[in-house]
């Protein structure tokens, strides 16, 4: 039974493409995109490895137990993992920002250069006081 709608793959495949065109028109920071998302996996790594930390100091709970060292682990991947965290949105912001000024600017009156909504409301603004 072949109702020839597109398939779950075809249907992603084409969701992408505008995606992939805007990147390449807008040409975005590549290596601060790398940074930004490797960031983003450490800091949820680092978030997955705080509760083995604090799981050593529950289970054998005693003030004689607590070591410095358990202390300055929980509280190094407490900071480590809110720069990481931080550094992460922001360079993720900026790039897409980026990204959208570069879309908006770069295509001017032409419209269809590039598919962001912002780009047409931009440029019909113009048509219409020039």
Known sequence: MNTNKPGRKERQGAAMKPF???LHQTKPSYGLLTVAVLLSMVST???LVIPMFTKNLVDGFSLASISKLQIAGIAGAFIAQTIAGG???YLLNYVGQKTVQRCVTG?????????????TITAQAKASAG
Do not use: D, E, R
Not at 107 to 117: Q, T, V
């Open 20 to 22: 992939l065109k805007l």
């Open 45 to 47: 790594l680092v978030g």
């Open 87 to 89: 550094v992460s949105i």
């Open 107 to 119: 295509c001017g009156a032409n419209s269809w250069c590039c598919p962001c909504p912002i780009s």
